[in-house]
């Protein structure tokens, strides 16, 4: 076995987080309780809790290209072809984008399609694709 990460996040309502994750991303569901909600993301194990309360502020955000990136945010690294598929489902499940699909580095080492837009509870996603997977981590 890989190693696998696991990141917990808030969210606001269990129902909507399932609809968001299994039916729009296409996660498959692991474990779930009263209070909480587990999905395979990308082959990584990902729990939500129900805690409304935890979205009682403004997320901050940095900038980056021009544009306001939200601090806080998880995704995932995915295959060109996977990257383009899902932005596709996106803009047909007609998503809000925090900042549209484009792509970063256009020509040059470390190029990159990127992506970020919200779960319903409004935790910030972003999805990437490098061109050559091994200039992941280029400097």
């Known amino acids: 076995m890989t190693s696998v990460f696991h990141?917990?996040?808030?969210?606001?309502?269990?129902e909507e987080?399932?609809?968001?994750y299994a039916g729009v991303l296409?996660?498959?569901?692991?474990?779930?309780?009263?209070?909480?909600i587990d999905f395979d993301?990308?082959?990584?194990?990902v729990s939500f809790h129900v805690k409304p309360?935890?979205?009682?502020?403004?997320?901050p955000t940095n900038p980056v290209d021009g544009k306001n990136v939200p601090v806080r945010h998880f995704g995932a690294v995915l295959r060109w072809d996977e990257w383009h598929d899902l932005k596709a489902r996106l803009i047909e499940a007609k998503t809000d984008f925090v900042i549209e699909p484009y792509i970063r580095?256009?020509?040059?080492?470390?190029?990159?399609?990127?992506?970020?837009?919200l779960d319903p509870s409004g935790n910030a996603l972003e999805f990437k694709s490098f061109k050559d997977p091994n200039q992941i981590f280029a400097t």
């Open 53 to 59: 309360e935890a979205f009682s502020s403004v997320e």
């Open 17 to 20: 987080t399932r609809a968001f």
């Open 7 to 14: 990141l917990a996040y808030p969210v606001k309502d269990k």
């Open 105 to 117: 580095f256009k020509g040059e080492t470390g190029e990159q399609a990127t992506m970020f837009f």
């Open 41 to 45: 993301f990308f082959g990584h194990q």
């Open 26 to 36: 296409g996660c498959n569901q692991g474990r779930e309780a009263d209070t909480w």
